[in-house]
């Protein structure tokens, strides 16, 4: 099992709601990452989670919030958003995050905040 | 400021012949290179690696150059295939920053039949 699965595939939200976008991997990776890509752009990193404690921010807003409950799965907070937040949100997983490893990629969640 | 850049947003190449994906970066810290190949409506896929301390990595019908003089890494595929048409990101890690990678902007690849 070599994927990186994310649900909800798109999600709509108005700019008062909470949501959460959710990410799951069975690798055994102890590394996974939350990366945000707006339209024609590269991916942009948000946060890295290594061995299940938050080791990288990348100076993201706080109506993002992060949370890894276990070394499976990482959970993607969303409260107040603003339009400008609609961009495709990926996670990632790699095997450590403290070593050069290639990172897997879910297929992202596409966000609309209105 | 842009670490990695690929200055080509687009490349079209012949089935069968060679593509050629150009990267430089400006940041002598990373040490790692990536890429990553994308279709529409997918997760970037990860396609071939190489450290800093090599200047080839082959993996079947991928190469991977680094040039660490000239902050430039290049990705040829051969033969090219139609299959390969897709957004080709490369992608760099710095030394002391594990996990986080830097992508560039991508570099559409069409090969026409």
């Known amino acids: 099992d070599t994927e990186v699965t994310q649900t909800p595939k798109h999600l709509v939200m108005g700019m008062t709601n909470k949501k959460s976008l959710k990410c799951e991997q069975h690798?055994?990776?102890?590394?996974m990452y939350w990366y945000k890509q707006k339209a024609k752009k590269p991916p942009e990193l948000m946060f890295v989670y290594s061995y299940e404690k938050l080791s990288i921010n990348e100076s993201v807003p706080s109506r993002f919030s992060p949370e890894c409950p276990n070394s499976s799965l990482l959970n993607l907070h969303l409260h107040a958003l603003q339009p400008e937040d609609s961009a495709l949100y990926l996670c990632a997983s790699s095997q450590d995050g403290t070593v050069l490893t290639e990172a897997f990629f879910g297929q992202g969640t596409r966000l609309t905040v209105v | 400021d842009q670490q990695v850049k690929q200055n080509s947003p687009s490349l079209s190449v012949q089935e069968g012949r060679i593509s050629i994906l150009n990267c430089d970066y400006t940041?002598?810290?990373?040490?790692?290179f990536l890429w990553y190949k994308k279709y529409p409506a997918e997760g970037p896929t990860f396609l071939i690696s190489?450290?800093?301390?090599?200047d080839k990595n082959e993996d079947g019908r991928f190469t991977v150059f680094l040039n660490k003089s000239a902050k430039h890494l290049s990705l040829h595929i051969v033969p090219s295939q139609p299959g390969d048409s897709a957004v080709y990101f490369c992608a760099a890690s710095p030394r002391g920053r594990g996990g986080k990678l830097i992508f560039g902007q991508g570099t559409e690849l069409s090969v026409k039949p």
């Open positions: 940041n002598s810290m990373f040490d790692y």
């Open positions: 690798m055994g990776h102890r590394a």
């Open positions: 190489i450290s800093s301390i090599k």
